[in-house]
């Protein structure tokens, strides 16, 4: 039984990275799974409702903004995903990641799949789950702080959201060790 691992957020310059573990069952019917880049806002969320039933199991997991800022983003994302593997209440005896790397768990087989969200349908679930995950909190952080647009650009470096940063300056959400957030702090 193998554990689908994905992440999203890496890119924002605010929020948590999020990460994803799914086990489906070996011959599921969840239709319409697709890296979560490549699906609508609307199709992802109908999608992600069916994998919460029909996975057999599945947890999400974070690392924040400060401990982006104080991991780096490649050591922040692989704490998020060794959370989500260690969050399972079914332990896989192995690991399909999306990416470069695995994280450290106690799970004994980790392979690292470059484009693995185009190519196994579990990491496909996981992609939409933290996708679904995180956009929902950028939302949340939008009804707090409507003049920053988080609803439309879900904290990626837009020239809206660079602007709004000028204007308004950074919240404590923020990543500080980012370039443009770097820059507004003089650090």
């Not at 070996?26 to 806002?41: M, T």
Request: hydrophobic share 45%; charged share 25%; with cysteine.
């Amino acid at each position: 039984m193998w554990a689908g691992v994905d992440e999203v957020g890496r890119g924002p310059l605010i929020g948590s990275v999020v990460a994803a573990a799914v086990v489906l069952p070996q011959r599921h019917g969840i239709g319409g799974l697709r890296d979560s880049k490549k699906l609508s806002e609307s199709r992802r969320e109908r999608i992600a409702s069916v994998i919460e039933r029909e996975a057999l199991a599945f947890s999400l997991a974070e690392a924040s903004a400060s401990e982006v800022d104080q991991l780096n983003i490649n050591q922040a994302t692989l704490l998020a995903m060794r959370r989500a593997v260690e969050r399972l209440s079914l332990k896989p005896w192995g690991l399909l990641v999306d990416g470069r790397h695995v994280p450290a768990t106690r799970i004994r087989v980790g392979i690292a799949m470059v484009k693995g969200d185009d190519r196994v349908d579990a990491i496909k679930a996981a992609s939409i789950l933290a996708k679904v995950h995180r956009d929902r909190q950028m939302v949340a952080l939008h009804d707090q702080y409507p003049e920053y647009g988080f609803a439309q650009h879900k904290g990626y470096p837009t020239p809206a959201h660079l602007a709004a940063l000028k204007q308004f300056g950074l919240l404590a959400e923020h990543r500080k060790s980012f370039g443009p957030c770097r820059n507004l702090t003089g650090d």
